[in-house]
């Protein structure tokens, strides 16, 4: 915990407001974004037009939008963490080995962060690109994330969410998730599909380090029979867990 004295409060607020922007929805008005970030519309007004003025945000006058600036931050992320270069090289031998997409993911919150990625770009299902934040309750890597946590730890992320529905397939109950997430913390390992987008299916593990903490998770986007059993135990997961003990004296 931050001392009170230590708090910014002006620079959390626009924060908040920076992180309304996503791709529910792309372009702010002052009232949207004050609804967003819990501000009055006078504050969420100061906050976009000092963030448009700084150049993180574009404006016609009215509406406001994130411009390509904000990518320092994930492009500085990126070039200097140690993850996401200590994973690249596994990744691009799972890709060339299997011609299917594979990434490295983190959680943030409610959601999970794609921070390494491999694989042919013809595969590259919408919004699984490096750097897209996916909702942990609807994908693998979440659900391995999830369970990566003490259940003290997840019992307190889960009290009182919302779990949006994304298709006619997506987990919204939350006993059913935490069902699943037993699951996971028991099996070690998580299949989802076409919970997050039709046509997605995906397998993970965890990725832990030395002390066995998990850190991120390791997934495969293929097809669904591959997802089904026995390829799954014979093929997809031998895999992949094989890459995870690969990589975690790195971790």
């Known amino acids: 915990m931050i001392a009170r004295a230590d708090y910014i409060e002006g620079m959390a607020k626009g924060m908040a407001v920076l992180e309304s922007f996503d791709t529910e ?8 974004a004050a609804q967003r970030a819990g501000l009055t519309r006078a504050a969420a007004r100061r906050h976009l037009l000092t963030l448009a003025h700084l150049g993180y945000l574009e404006t016609d006058g009215s509406w406001f939008w994130l411009s390509p600036k904000v990518l320092r931050f994930s492009g500085s992320y990126l070039a200097s963490s140690r993850l996401p270069r200590a994973l690249q090289p596994t990744l691009d031998r799972l890709a060339a080995r299997t011609g299917e997409g594979h990434s490295a993911v983190v959680l943030d919150g409610d959601q999970v962060v794609i921070i390494a990625r491999s694989g042919p770009t013809r595969l590259l299902a919408y919004g699984l690109h490096l750097g897209a934040r996916l909702p942990a309750h609807a994908t693998s890597t979440g659900r391995v994330l999830l369970a990566g946590k003490a259940k003290a730890g997840f019992t307190a992320w889960l009290k009182g969410r919302e779990l949006p529905r994304l298709t006619a397939h997506t987990t919204v109950e939350p006993r059913q998730l935490r069902r699943i997430v037993e699951q996971v913390r028991q099996q070690d390992f998580c299949v989802a599909s076409e919970e997050h987008e039709l046509g997605v299916h ?12 998990v850190v991120a998770a390791l997934n495969v986007v293929t097809r669904r029979e591959r997802v089904a059993s026995p390829v799954l135990e014979r093929e997809v997961l031998p895999m992949l867990q094989e890459a995870a003990r690969e990589v975690r004296p790195l971790l």
């Open 202 to 213: 995906a397998a993970s593990v965890p990725l832990r380090n030395l002390e066995g903490k």
């Open 25 to 32: 929805r792309q372009r702010l008005n002052a009232t949207l």
